[in-house]
C-alpha cells in the first residue's frame, strides 16, 4: 500500500505545489522517484517525531498540504500530543501518512506494529480517518485526503498487501462498501484484514453459510446507516482487526449499534485481546499466530451463529 | 470594531511595558487569576517588539507576508493579550472577559478564537517546534516575512525544543528568531538545581544558531538585537534574554510562589502602587 501511496502522492505533487512529502527517516527507495522529482517539495527532517508533526502543522500554516509520513506507532504514539494539540486542535491542514497498520512490519516485533492507533485517533476532533483494504483503495484515500482541507489521518499497510478490488469502484468518504451480499451474519473489517475476510467469506460459503461483508474504509466520519442496515438484515455481527479488541473497530461498531438502538444483534469482535501480537513472520503467518488468518474469522463466525441461536 | 489608532499613542518603551504590565495586572484580576509573573518576565521584550520590529497588524494579519510571532511558553499569554488588545487586534475591553464564560481569552493562546494568536500553545515544547515549520515554510515560498517565537527556559527540558534546535540549524533558517526567556525559575523551583540550562548560549552556538545574551529588561539591549538579526548570516538567530520573573512588582520577582498566583488585599495594593495604579485595580480597564 505504501507505493500506491507514494505514487498517488506524486501525482497530486506534480499537480499541486502546496503538496509536500515530510519524512522521519523513513521511506528509503519508496521515495527515491518522488525526491528525484519533487526536490522542492520533500523534508527528511530526521528521526524526530515531535518535529515530524509540529513542523508540518508550521508549514501548512504557510499554505502548504504537508503529509507527514512514518511508521505508524512512531507518528501516532510518540507524536500523539502534537497531532492533537498542532494538527487537530488548530485544525491545519496536515495529512498523518501512518505506514505499518496491523503488524504488517510482520517481523519487526510489536514497537513497529500498529495495533491500538485507532482508538487513539478516533477520539481527536476535526480528523478524518482513513483505512484502506488495498493498493487501489490505498489511491483513492490519498487523493480524498489531499481534496479534504483539515487534517486526515491515513492508516496504511506496508506492501504486498493483496488485491480486494478486482475492478474499480465508486469511492465516497464516510461510506462503507459491501463487498459482498449474505443472509447469515455480517463481517465487519477494514484495512489489510478485509483481505482475509474475504477469504473466510469464501470458507463459509463452502460450509453453506453466507456472509456479508463490509469494508469500512472510512472510520470517521463513519458509515453508522450502513452498519444499521446490517445488523437488522443479518441480526449477527462479527467484527474481525487487526488492531487491539479495545478501542478498535469493534468498539466503534458496538458504540454505533447502541446509538442506533440497533444493539438487539449477536456481536462479537476478534482482534489482539490485551495483548501485544505474538511471534515473527509473514503477515499471513502473524494472523495465523494471533487468531487472525482467515481459518480463525471463520471459526469465529460459526461460534457466534451458534451462540446466536 | 478594531481600533487601530492606539498604536501610536506609544510612549516610551519602558512606560509602554508599564502600561502593559498594569493591563496585565487587571486583566488577572477581572478573570481571578493569571500567571502573572511569566507573563512580566516577556513584556519588555514583546512590548519593542511589537511595536517597533514587528510586521504585523490588525491589517495584515490574514496576509502570508505577516511577520509571525509564537508564544511557545503558552502560559506567558497574559503578555500576548495585553499587547494585542493594545495593537487593535481587539478591543481592550475584552481583557476584562478574561477567563470568563462570554469573553474568548483562555489561560492559553487559542489560535481558533483570538486575533492575533498565530499557535495554540500551551504544552510545552510545542510553539517552538510550530514556529519551526512556519520558518522552513516560508522560507521553501521565498517569502521574507520573519517568524520570533519566546521559549521558556524551564521549557527547554522539553525534548522537543532540541529537535526543533537541531532542525533549524541545519536547515540555515535564517529567517527564525528565537528567544530564550531566561528567567532562572520553574514551577517548582531553580531551573538550576531541577535540571538546568546553562550554558545555554553555547548549546545554542553548538546547533548552528548565532547567539547574543542579553539583559531581557534593557530597552537599548532589546532594540539592538532586534535590529541586529541575523546574529550570522544563513543561521537562525537565539536571543538568549536574561529576565527576572515577575519584574515589575518587587514581592513577585524570583519569587516561585508567584508563579501562577493573584496578588489580593494588601498585596494587590502595593502591586498597584508599585505600577502607579492610580485609584482601583477595578478602575484600569475600560
Redesign the interface.
Known amino acids: 500500500m505504501r507505493n500506491e501511496f507514494v505514487k498517488e502522492l506524486s501525482l497530486l505533487a506534480q499537480e499541486d505545489p502546496r503538496v ?1 512529502a515530510v519524512l522521519a527517516d523513513n521511506g528509503l527507495q519508496v521515495f527515491d522517484d518522488y525526491q528525484g522529482k519533487f526536490a ?1 517539495q520533500f ?1 527528511n ?2 528521526i ?1 517525531e ?2 515530524l508533526v ?11 498540504i504537508p503529509f507527514a509520513y512514518t511508521i505508524l506507532p512512531f507518528l501516532t504514539m510518540r507524536a500523539y ?2 497531532i492533537r ?2 494538527v487537530c ?3 491545519q491542514n496536515v495529512k498523518l501518512a501512518a505506514i505499518g497498520a496491523g503488524f504488517t512490519y510482520s517481523t519487526l516485533g510489536p514497537t513497529h506494529h500498529g495495533t491500538e492507533d485507532i482508538g487513539l485517533v478516533r477520539a481527536l476532533p476535526n480528523l478524518t480517518i482513513f483505512s484502506p483494504a488495498d493498493p487501489m483503495e490505498t489511491r483513492k484515500v490519498t487523493r480524498a485526503a489531499y481534496e479534504i482541507d483539515g487534517p486526515v489521518y491515513l492508516r496504511i499497510g506496508k506492501g504486498k498487501d493483496p488485491v480486494v478490488y478486482e475492478a474499480d469502484y465508486d469511492f465516497v468518504v464516510g461510506k462503507g462498501v459491501v463487498l459482498s451480499e449474505g443472509s447469515h451474519l455480517t463481517i465487519v473489517s477494514t484495512g489489510s484484514m478485509v483481505s482475509e475476510c474475504k477469504h473466510a467469506v469464501a470458507l463459509l460459503a463452502s460450509e453453506g453459510i453466507s456472509a456479508q461483508l463490509v469494508n469500512f474504509h472510512t472510520l470517521k466520519p463513519f458509515d453508522a446507516d450502513l452498519l444499521v442496515k446490517c445488523a437488522k438484515k443479518t441480526g449477527v455481527i462479527l467484527v474481525a482487526e487487526d488492531h487491539a479488541t479495545q478501542g478498535g473497530l469493534g468498539g466503534l461498531v458496538a458504540e454505533t449499534l447502541m446509538h442506533h438502538r440497533a444493539g438487539n444483534v449477536a456481536f462479537h469482535n476478534i482482534g489482539l485481546r490485551d495483548k501485544f501480537a505474538e511471534g515473527y513472520g509473514s503477515v499471513m503467518e502473524m494472523r495465523k499466530l494471533n487468531g487472525l488468518d482467515a481459518l480463525s474469522v471463520a471459526m469465529a463466525a460459526k461460534n457466534l451463529l451458534r451462540s446466536a441461536k | 470594531m478594531v481600533d487601530t489608532t492606539v498604536q501610536s499613542l506609544s510612549p516610551s518603551p519602558t512606560a509602554y511595558a508599564q502600561r502593559l504590565r498594569r493591563d496585565i495586572l487587571a486583566m488577572a484580576h477581572h478573570g481571578g487569576g493569571a500567571h502573572i509573573a511569566p507573563a512580566y518576565s516577556i513584556i519588555d521584550i514583546l512590548a519593542i517588539l511589537y511595536s517597533e520590529f514587528l510586521n504585523l497588524t490588525p491589517t495584515n494579519q490574514d496576509s502570508n507576508d505577516r511577520d509571525r510571532f509564537i508564544l511557545s511558553k503558552g502560559h506567558g499569554c497574559a503578555a500576548l493579550y495585553a499587547i494585542l488588545a493594545d495593537r487593535g487586534f481587539f478591543p481592550r475591553a475584552e481583557l476584562k472577559r478574561y477567563c470568563r464564560p462570554d469573553g474568548i481569552l483562555g489561560g492559553h493562546p487559542d489560535m481558533t478564537h483570538v486575533p492575533g494568536v498565530e499557535a495554540s500553545t500551551g504544552s510545552l515544547g510545542h510553539g517552538f517546534v510550530f514556529a519551526t515549520g512556519v520558518a522552513y515554510g516560508l522560507k521553501m515560498l521565498k517569502n521574507s516575512a520573519r517568524v520570533f517565537s519566546v521559549v521558556g527556559d524551564g521549557e527547554c527540558q522539553e525534548g522537543s525544543i532540541w529537535e526543533a534546535s537541531l532542525l533549524a540549524g541545519n536547515l540555515g533558517l535564517e529567517n527564525f528568531v528565537g528567544i530564550l526567556d531566561y528567567n532562572k525559575l520553574q514551577g517548582m523551583g531553580e531551573v538550576e538545581t531541577i535540571s538546568g540550562l546553562r550554558p545555554a548560549t553555547e548549546k545554542w552556538k553548538s546547533f548552528g544558531w548565532g547567539v547574543r545574551e542579553i539583559d531581557g529588561h534593557n530597552t537599548d539591549a532589546i532594540r539592538s538585537a532586534f535590529k541586529e538579526v541575523p546574529f550570522e548570516d544563513g543561521k537562525p538567530s537565539m536571543i538568549v534574554a536574561h529576565t527576572i520573573k515577575g519584574k515589575g512588582i518587587s514581592f513577585m520577582e524570583g519569587k516561585t510562589i508567584w508563579h501562577y498566583k493573584l496578588p489580593k488585599g494588601e498585596d494587590m495594593k502595593r502591586a498597584c502602587a508599585e505600577l502607579g495604579i492610580e485609584g482601583s485595580i477595578e478602575g484600569v480597564l475600560p
Not at chain 1, 509540529?54 to 502548504?64: H, P, Q, T
Open positions: 509536500f522542492n523534508l527532517l530526521g524526530a515531535a518535529n509540529g513542523v508540518s502543522a508550521g508549514m501548512a500554516s504557510c499554505g502548504f500530543e502534537f494539540d498542532d486542535y488548530q485544525n
